[in-house]
Structures are given as C-alpha cells and as structure tokens.
C-alpha cells in the first residue's frame, strides 16, 4: 500500500476531496500546516509597516490507497489541486507495510 | 523571589518618603487651591462660586463616568493591547495592564490624590494633608467638583492616572521584565504622573499660566508617549520586531470599550451633566470618527488595503487628540482635529518609526504622543469661547494660547522624558529590565507567569 | 484604488447635493417640528409643554445612555456578526459595523440630523437649517428633548441612525466587496434612513396619523430587516452557504453587550429619568428573557438540542420585538411579545428561508424584519394607556390603532425594499457587489483587508 | 425531549404553588415592610421619612447601575468562568449563566418580587400582593426606594438573584446535565433565594435582628458560595480534575466586566446618588486592587510566579469581601478587608481544597463563600458609624454587631446548605445530576448543545 | 524501526498513550487532524438549519518503535481505541531507515 | 528521496529553518505537535493548585531531500536544534518513493 502525502493551497481542499471520494479513495486526514518554499510568505502591512509572514498556511492531505490506486490518486490530485501559480504544493509517495480498520481488526488492502 | 523582594523595599521607601513630607506640609497653612481646568469647563452662571451642593444628577452622572473610565483600563486597554501582542506575550501585556490599574489604585489613596489635589505649594506639588483621605467622608465636597461627593472626584481622578501609566507599557511589552514593570509603575506614578497632573490640574503653574488641558491632552497622552519613546529607546530592540497581532478581534472589543470609556473621560472632565459635557461628548465621537475614516483612507492609499487594524487604531489617535480639546472647540475644530489625527499619527508610525530605529511595540508613542502633541496644540488654535468661556484659541484672537500650549507641551515632554530615563537606570540596577533571550523566544506568558493564553 | 475613488466621487456628490438643498430651504421660515413620538413618552404633566430647561438627572442619564447605544455597535454588534461570521470573514464582518458607525458619526452632522429632525418639509423632510449642527450650541435644547443639551440628544439620535445601517451587514457578509459596502452605507443612509426618521420621529406624515414606535420597531428593524432580504437577494448566494460560527464565545459577548446596551436604546427613548423609562427597561428586560427561554424551548423541540447560540439568537429577537412597544405596553404584554419574538423569527429563520432560498447569512431578515413587524404590529393590540397615556392598542378598545400600524409598517416596506433595490443597482454599476470567487474561498479578512483575525 | 417535559412539569408546579399561596395572603392586610438595610444606607436627613418623590438624578443612576449589574451575568460572569473552563466546555458553562439570568428574569416578575419584598410575613417571607407586579405602574415608588420608580427597583433587585443562582453554577461545571442546572435554577430560586433575600433585605427576621449587608455578602456569596459546596460534593468529581483554562483572554475580559458592574452592585446598593454610594464606590475599587495584589504577591511567593489568573482571582475575591461592607466601612477598613481578600480565599483553594477534596471546578465555594463570609464579618468589626450611621462595628464599641453578623452568616449558611442538598436530590430523582461519561470526555458543549466554541 | 500511525477519536487519547507507556513505549508525537471517512462528519443544526460538517476531528499519534515492538504497540492501540462504531480510526505502519535523538546524537534504536 | 522529519522545541524553529535555507532545502513543511517523551509536560499551577500538563508543545519540520542531502540536513538539524537539555527532540528518516510538483507536473528529485 502507499501513503500519498500532499501539500496543497486550502482554498483547494474541497475540490481534491471531492475528487477523491470520485475514484472511490473514502479516508483521508487532513492537517492545517505552515508551507516555507518557493512561494515567500507574505508580507503584511500593520500600521504602513511592512512585515514578512515567512510561512504560507497549506493543508496537508494524507491518504493510505492500494498500490494499484496510488498512481491515480497523484495525478487527480495533482490536476484538481493545480492553479498553476507558484506555491501550488508538492506530493510525496511513500510505501505502507501495514494496515489495520481499528474497529473491525482488519489489515492490508482490506482496511484501508 | 528576589525581584518581589527589591520590589517591596522600593515600595516602603517610596511610601515612607511620602509620609514623611507629608507631615512636613501638613503643618503649614495653605490657601485653597486654585480654580483650575475644570472649574473652567463649567458655565459662566458657575463663576459666581457658589457653595458647594451635591447634585444627584451631576452625582450620577460622575459615578458612571468613574466606571467608565475604570473600564477603559481593565478590559480596554488590556484588551487592545494584549490582541495586538503576539499570542505567546498576549497576558503578561494584560496583566501589566491590569496590574498597574491595582498598584495605582493603592497609592493614589496612600498619597496620589494628597500630592496631586492637595493645597498647591509653590506650584509645584500638592500638599499631604490629604494622604490616605485624611479629611474626607461621605458628605466632603471638593471645591474642584462642586456637585458631587469628593469620593466620586478622588476615583474619577484615579482612574486618570492609572490609565496613563498603562499606556506606555504598549512600548514595553513583548520583552520586558514583570518585576521591572510594576516597579515602574511606583516610580513613574509617584515622580512624573503626580507632578505633572498637579501641575495642569491641582492648581500648580501651569494651570496658572492658562494652559489648556481638558481632559487629559499634556498630563495623560504626552506624558505617558513620552515615557513610551524614552523607554524604548533604554529597552532596546525585541528579538523579533515584527508586529504580529495575536488575536485582532480583542483588538476592536478593546477599541471599541476605549471609544466608550472615552465618553467618561472626555464628557467626564466636565465635571457635571450640563452642555459642556454635551460639547465634549458630541466633539469626541465626531473627531474618533472622523480619524478612523481618514486613517484608514490614508492607508488604503499608501498601502493599498485598508485594515480593520488601521479603522481601530485611527479611532484611538483621534479620540487621544481629542482630549486637551473636547470641551473647547466647536464641531468643525472637532472635524478638523480629528481628520489630522488620522493622518499624522499614520505617518508618525509608518515613517517616522523605522526612520528613528527605536522599537515601540504598539505605537505607544506614535499614537499618544504624537496624538496627544497634535490635541494639545491645535487647542491652542481652535479653541472657540462660544463653547466654552475658558478656552479662547489662535483662531478666535488669542494667538499667546498657542504659545502657552507650546511651554505646557514642552514642559511635560522635557520632565517626562528626563525622569523617566532616571527611573529606567534605577529599575536596570535594581531588578533588571529585560528577560533573558529565551524567555523572550519563548514568550512571556510563559517565562513570567507559567500560562498561556488560550489551550484550544 | 479604482473602488477608493469612487467612494470618495460619490460622497462628495451625495454632500454637495445636500448642502444645495439645505441652502435652498434655510431661507424659507419652518413652522417647529410636531410634537411627536418621544414627546408622547414624558408623563402627562410634560403635557403643558414647559420652557425647556436642563435637568441634571435627566441628562446625566441620556449621556450615558448614548454612550450605551454606541456600544452596541462597536464592539457589540460587531462581536455578535463577527463570531457568527466564518473564521476566515470575521474581521471583514467586524469592519463593516465599525466603518459603518464612523462614517453615519460624520454623515448625521455634517447632513443627517437636519434632514431628519430639522423643521418638517411637507411631512416627507426635514429642512436644511441645522446642517453642520448650525446655531447648536452647549446652551441648545431641542424641543423633542427638552431637559438635555441638544448635543446630548443629536448623538443619541445618531448612535440609532448608525446600527441601523450595521444591521443590515449581517445579510450580506462573507461576500460582499468592503467598497461596495461603504458606499451601500453612504447612500442607504442618506436616502432610506433619514426620511424614514423624519417620518416617524421628526414630525413627518407617520408620526402624524399616530404610529407608534417607541424606540425604532419600523425606523431601525423592519426597515434594516427589508434591506437585509433584498440587498441579500441582489447580492445572491454565498459560495458555502452554510453558517459556521468562527467563535460562539464572541457572540455570547456580543449578544450580552447588546442586551446592555438595549436598555440605552429602549430606556432612553424616553428621553428623561423617569417612570417612563422605568416601564421601558423592565419591558426590555422581560421580553427579552422570555423570548430567549422559548426560542431555546422550540429549539429543543425541533432540533433535539438546546444551543447556546439559540438563548443568544432569542434574545436578540426578544430586544427587537419589544423596542417599539417598550414605553407603552405593561408587563403583560412584554412577555407575551417576548414569548411570540422567541418563536416566529425561529420559525421565519428555520422554515421560511431554507422555503424561499434566499442566502441571509446572519438571518438579518428573519431577526430584525420579522421580529420588528411583530413587535410593530403587537404595539398596536397592546399598548396600554395606563402605562404611557400616548398610546393605546387594539386591547384598550382602539382597533385603529393597529390600522396605523400596519400603514407605518407597510409603508416603511415598501419604501425601504424599492430603494435599497436601486441603490443596489447603483453600487453593482459604480464599484460592483461581489468579491471574486477565489477571494471568498480565501476569506474576506485575507482578500479585503490584507489581514487575519487570529495568529494562535 | 424527557428532560424537557420533567422541568416543564416542575415549573408549572412552582408557579401554580406560588399563585395559590398568592390568592391565600392578598386578602389579609399586611402591614409595609419595615424599613430595611438599603433604608439604613441613606443620609441622616432621610430619617425623617420624606413621602416618596421621584429624582431624576438618583433614577438616572439607579437606571445605569441596574444595566450594570445585569452586565455583570452576561457576559461578565458568563466570560468569567467560560474562559476557565476547558474549551470544550465552555459554551455549556456560558449557556449555564445566560439560561439562568433568563429564567430568574421571568420568575422574579412572576412570584419572586412578590414573596421577596411583598409586605413581610412572621418575619420569613413576602406577601403575595406583587404577584406579576399587580399594582405597579410607571408612578409607583417602592418604601424601599423612596426617589426612583419601583419598576427599576423591581429589575435593580432582579439582577442579584439572577447572579447569585449563576455564581454556583462554577462549581457544577465540566459535569452537570444542562437541564438539571435549569431545574435547580428554578427550584434553588425559589426555595434558597427568596427566602434569604427577604430576610435580609425584605424586612424578615435577619435585617430586624440588625444584620448588615450592605449589597449582599450573606444574600449573594455566602449564599451561592454555599450552594456551590454542597453541590459539588453531591455530584463527586470530574473524570479530568485539572483546571485547564481554555481562553485566559476571556477570563480578564470577563474579570474587567465584573469589577465594573460590581460598581453598580455596591455603589448602587445606596439606592441613590449621594456620598453613601461615594464611599461604597471608593471602598469598592480600593478592596478590590488591594486583594489582586496580595493574591498576586501571595501566589509569587507560595507558587513561584505570579499569574494573571492570581490577579484576576484575587480581584474578584475582594470583590466578594467588600460587598456586604462597602457602604460602612472607611477607607482603612477597605484596605484591610481587601488584603486579607486576597489571602485568605487564596490559601482557602490553593489548601483547605485539596484537603478536603471536594471538585468545586471554578472555586466558587473558595471564594464567594469563604471570600463572603470574611466581608461579613469584618463589616461587624469594621462597620464606621462616622461613614453610615446604619452600622456600628466592634472596633467602635458595639462588639453586639458582630455576634449579629456571626448569626446572620450561620443562619444561611444552615438554611442555604440543607436546601440546596434537598434540591440536589429532588434534581437526581426527576432528571439525573451527571452527563455519562463519555460525554464528559467529548465535552458538553458537544453533548449538551451540539455546538463547539472555536472553528479556528 | 517502524513508525505506527495511528489515527484515533480524539477522546481515546488518554487511554491509549497510557497504555503505550505502560509497555514502555514513552516517547510519542500527537497532532489533531480531521478526518474524512466512513464516519460521515455530523450535521450542526443553527437556527434550525442543518449544515453538514463533512470532517471529524481525529487525534494522530506517531511513535517510532524498534521493529520487535512494532506488533505489540499495534495491537495494544488496536485494542485500546476500539469501540466497535465506525469512526474508530486507522493504524498505519511503515519503516524509518534512521533515528536521532537531537539531545545526545545518539542514532538508531537506542535514540528512540 | 529521503524524508527527514524533526520534532524539535518551537523556540529553534527559526534557527533551523534559517540554517536549512542555507544549505539550500528550500522547501519544508512544519506542524505543531504535542510531543510526549523523557521530558515530563510541566506543572502548571493555578490558584495554588498545581495540575499535569503532560504534553509538551513542539514542532515538527518535514522536508523531503534528494538521498545525498539527507545527512547533511539530520546533521545540521541535529546541532541547531540541540540545547543539550531533555526534550530536544528527534529525527526520523524514511524514504519517498515519488515527489510530484503539482504546479509543474515534474516528478523525482528536480520535483524537491
Ligand atoms: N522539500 C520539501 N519538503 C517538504 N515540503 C515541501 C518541500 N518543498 C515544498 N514543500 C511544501 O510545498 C509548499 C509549496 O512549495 P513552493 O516551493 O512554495 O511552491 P511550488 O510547489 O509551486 O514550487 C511549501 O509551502 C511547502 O509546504
Ligand atoms: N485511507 C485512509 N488514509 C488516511 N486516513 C484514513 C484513511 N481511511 C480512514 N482514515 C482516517 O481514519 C478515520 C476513521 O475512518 P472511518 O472510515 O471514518 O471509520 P472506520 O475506521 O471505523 O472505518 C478517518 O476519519 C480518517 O481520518
Ligand atoms: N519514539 C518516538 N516516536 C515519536 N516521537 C517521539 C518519540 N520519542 C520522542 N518523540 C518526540 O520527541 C520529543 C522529545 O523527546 P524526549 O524524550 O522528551 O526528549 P529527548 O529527545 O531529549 O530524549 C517528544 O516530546 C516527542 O514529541
């Protein structure tokens, strides 16, 4: 199984959820995160000042799916999450050697 | 343990110091003391000096007004202050706040009100026959407040010196000691607040100058931006500089309690419910308002949005320039005054401030300093004596009031300054000014109180 | 920049026209205002129409009940919408109150109080002679308030001119571009509010057929209710409709300041320290309990739970509902008018919107339009001449009573709905209604004003 | 839906057993109640007995204080103990104040008026003759308060109840059904308060044995403190025992509200604006900031630092402590009461708690009860005949006072500690005391009102 | 060394990390996140409207362990969160190819 | 690729972040995290009371890097975030099988 780690602008959530649960992927868990990369922060201004924000706020999605599922979950989220503008997000891959539906006591491809 | 320790022998010494003066006076007959700013503030059929008489309305009026101005401190001034603190230092700036409304309170009963109201020597500071309200009861009337009880008036003015001292912590927070700040707060209330309110309001020289000050523009905005520049200028630069407000929405519940508040201390200073008090209410929401639109206006232009922040702080520096003038100018020195108010304040901080390098947190001194500096003068100018028989400005052929503004102005900002950097040096030998770097990092919530705001 | 301008074309419009009208009438002699709503409310012995003269007690009290309506706004209202309002909106919301309030502080003198309460033109106006507050001074007294400076009573008034146009925010939140709203409340004050005013409390036609209003049932709630469900209506529906309350602890707050503050609006429309106002607050209070108890009881019966923000939205209703009958019906008809306003606005907000689909995300409408036409409607069947002989319902045999009632709130429909229509119209062509789509998704704190309310 | 219809039965109960009762005593004649601790707190020259005469001063500030101690519930207390308690619990904890300032509004102008300060009978309980306030009007003027309409007495003494009932609700939370705490608000207020408050206050047997109270320390703190022991030990211990404050911000903000209100409370207990309600107001603020700074001072040196929550906790205790004392007692007494405030109360929860080991959530037993039964006492010892000739003390040679007060404070700490258990039991029988368990850990304002405080 | 994931309601927390430390897992990491699955968010009903919440909020707790403790912690969680209704959460287990321990730069199992 | 996650104390977030710019990770994500370990909470004492706060508050940096850049970052993680006081924290490494940007579509290690 693989965990596909996305970091992505809020305001897209909704749409990569929506897509998500299109494909049949059911579960996920989402963080709110602070974001460093290319994309600067911001810079607020407080009483004509100026003040960096180092961070942009991003929402992590995290969602175990079977190997077969993994390679379309990136690239739906990749095109659903895309504004083509900088600060976009990245998604990581990674494997999972098990998994288990705490209520049911199932594992592997069956509780995810 | 041992700043508390530094803290209390100050505090006796201080205390003991008072008393012993104070016996001193006490011995001494002196004449009544001056009819002052107020006693101007009321209507010309008031200057025949009728005897004192408790008025229930005036009475009423002046209990609430006390309350009111109460209020402005803990929440208000908390509040606003502890929104714009970063979250991690968000109750150290309230509790500065709230524990120097406490302090205060205690010593302006002690010797405050003696050494401020008390029978004028030299012009200079009050007499002590009044420490710890020898004298006063339930049926005592002063002659600064003819209509109401003198516990109203000895509160009402509390609560005046109280909030002054408050202000400048907006420059202080985020780095400085707790123990170094209630310090300050005896000091600096005892050697610039009493003085300098005695000065302007208990009969001292200048209000025989004819200084005008109607609630508050010399004695309480540039005296306590004063304070606020000087120490941050002493304190030296926070580790991290931004302003990062923690929590906004206190900061309009804490601007708005203030623009209530303010009503007291404004309509409040006249001392009585009567039409000055009108003038000086209808002036102030006119004034606040009219700084809030031309700030934000201001920074829309300048910085291309405009801020909820800018709407609460132009409304802060209009009602701040406001004060000296509230019972004196009619509605278009009110519109006028505060329309400057919006704008130069805004300059003040967003030019001035990183041009000079000195790191007031919250703008202490570029809002009430420069605020108060504004009111104070433009006074001088506006004001009009169809509103107020003791007040005539520039504008209405009195060009020496302007200059007498200028002495009154200058010598708050020179006394102010100079003893406030004395006291500084003392608190630095005595408990120390800042924390150390970490607990600065970390926050001041938690390095000097062991909380946090909020565990949501 | 390109909205800052227009705004700024518009004001400047909008006063020049002013000023050419008041020039025009100033010349011309009024006869003085009628005798109207708040008149009725002094006892019968005012009836002789005394000299105005000063009371202390009375003025004492207005003072501060201006002061208490103030806060209403800011930060009560502003508290309520804004916790009610998403998280990433509640700044936006906060400054709509708040901007509101500064520029209506500005308007209602420089334009707003002389068109309301000035001389009565053909019923519809007032004249133009008290532009910019002329010949008022600290000694003025207004024949409408003829124990307190007209100072006092021209901020009174102006505290109720800027909720009123705060109120109908809540409608339209969460989307609305912060310049278009400025300009909504420029031009929905100018041309919905004032002449409405003028109608009912500056002796124009409805004050002249007898409606009752005591402190502003069809002046501030229906007539901002009608503007919420039309402008909300124009506006169209939000992105993400639903209502997520940022922070419930702000509107508990806000609901209680606004109860606070209530007993300013309803007490003090009686414009003196007396039984009267004695009648007003107990009303209010009552009402307002009962209202608060059984919206949460229908609450508990419809949707399983009792929610803190039910107790809050109730109370509200009950405060709306009672404000025109407060001064005129007895303690019986307080509870009855408080118990309906807990369970029709409920019904209006629970049923009848999701019915008719209409987006008003803070249930301006369904708050304040429905429960001040229930209130408005009530007064006509309760109104007690025993308590206020200046009214007498349908119950103390005057069934015409509530015929006029339903003219004044039929007409205030009417004329409110139509042009708040076109001033919508307006702003979609000067600087359009809505934010981008994506700066909705982001949130209107972010888009608006560059800012965010909470850095924890 | 089951707890609902359980309370609707025990209301109706109630109300039907007071009406009965009602009709049974309106036809015996009583004669007026006696004159009683407010009277006492009038100046000499209303001995005299004056025949009852509106003043508009006096009303102007009974009005406002009335506002101001209703401010007091909600928000002030409501944001008190909400910002204390766990986040997921505070919206319940708010909703406990407001449902029960709601539910006592209603019933106080039912029966509550009526058997508080109906014409007295064998000294234990008022007459029926005010049920639904038959018999007052605008014009009605109470013997109890000879210079303002009864309607604002009416509401003035509303508001007490109403936060007396909400006081206990500290030490229930984290735990307590919702509609048990409805239940007990009605039956605690009925059978608890008005009992109490008539003897103190409504010319029962207390305020003729000479017991002072001035504003309510047995009435208000002893009597909720009380209440909040029993109770606590009735329902047994949280699952979690930590006090965890979700939102510190609102426990200053809340803190502010009170202290402010409390001027209303203690000041306005004068029932008139004069130099009684001076001192009540100097002795108020001067208690108050000497119990913050030795709670602070205290907790620096037992805990290591000092807290805002110290300050604000020690606030309120001295808040607690002067209130029976505050219009007869001179400045010095103040300063005394208000440190051991601060001490006293302190070490009350920080050792005798733990102790004993009963869960009072919020110390409200620690401080309304320990805080309230040392102003009572010290008001036998400190009462000043030179400040109200009403109270005479021990320290000026009527040792006599403070047996009284010793009697007064054993009476209802008795009365109100056995009723309040009964009242438990009967809540245990109809609807149960606890939420399960789990909806303990979930928290109850998910579980009790399906609402969370914060979408952050 | 494995990682265990697991993502638990939020009121087990106390009941799990005890039962962690009781087998002498001590050290562990906890984020709050919202988690979209079978458990279908609830409904708010405000002013007698519902409005569907489409997440729960859910407690994340990571804790490294050596690979012979990776069965034992996993059924311990298993256990200790389970309630039987839906909603009870997920386990995941992956591998972590290094630990430090930033303190003494102790590296792999003794870091942990 | 590898993913480095650090747990460290918020305080050394600046410190780190700043010193990883310099070696040239530009891109990271952090979450605030309560962390359970050696270090004990604290006690915090109100009215006297003294009550187990038995988390502590920490940060959690996750940066993916390409192979031959992850021990450079544990090792520059390691000496900034080090104060030599208990609950420094830790630094777990795994590895990413795929990095998507999403803004660009470029995967691997030219994706970081
Ligand atoms: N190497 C990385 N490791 C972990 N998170 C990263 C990494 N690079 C980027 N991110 C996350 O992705 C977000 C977007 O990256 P950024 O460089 O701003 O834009 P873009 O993805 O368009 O190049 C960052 O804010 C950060 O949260
Ligand atoms: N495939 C997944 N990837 C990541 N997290 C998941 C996944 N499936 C479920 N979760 C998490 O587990 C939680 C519980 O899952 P849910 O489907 O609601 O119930 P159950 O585990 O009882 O079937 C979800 O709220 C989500 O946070
Ligand atoms: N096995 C582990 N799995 C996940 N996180 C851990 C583990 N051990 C420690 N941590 C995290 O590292 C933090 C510091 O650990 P701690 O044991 O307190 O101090 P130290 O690292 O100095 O030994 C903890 O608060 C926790 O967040």
Redesign the interface.
Known sequence: M??IE???K??KLDEV?DALNSIGV?????????????QKGHV??????E?????VP?I?IEA?VPDNMADKT?SL??SR???????????????????????T?ETGES?? | MRPLIGLLIILSLVLSAGLLFAEDQVQKTNPPSQAEQHAAAQPASAAAAPAPKLDTGDTAWMIVATAMVMLMSIPGLALFYGGLAKRKDSLNTMAMTFVTFCIVSLLWIFYGYSFSFGADIAGLIGGGEKLLLRGIGPNSISDLAKTIPEYIYVVYQLTFAAITVALASGAYIERMKFSAWMLFTILWFSFVYIPIAHWVWGGGFLARIGALDFAGGTVVHINAGIAALVGALILGKRNEKALMPGNLTLVVTGAGLLWFGWFGFNAGSAVAANGIAGAAFINTNTATAAAAVSWMLVEWIHSKKPTVLGLASGAVGGLVAITPAAGFVNITGAIIIGMAAGIIPFFAVAMLKPKLGYDDTLDAFGIHGVGGTLGALMTGIFADPSINEGGKGLLYGNPGQFLTQLIAVGTTVLYSGIVTAIIFMIIKAVVGLRVETEDEIIGLDESQHGERAYNL
Request: glycine content about 12%; cysteine-free.
């Open positions: 693989k965990k996305a970091i992505i809020p305001f959820k059911q579960g996920m868990t989402v963080t709110e995160v602070k974001g460093f990369g290319r607020e201004l407080y009483r004509g000042a003040y960096d924000v180092s961070f991003k992590k175990v990136v989220i990749e999450a895309k504004t083509g503008k900088i600060g976009d997000g990245k998604i990581f891959v990674s494997s999972v050697a098990q998994v288990v539906r705490i209520r006591g509780a995810i």
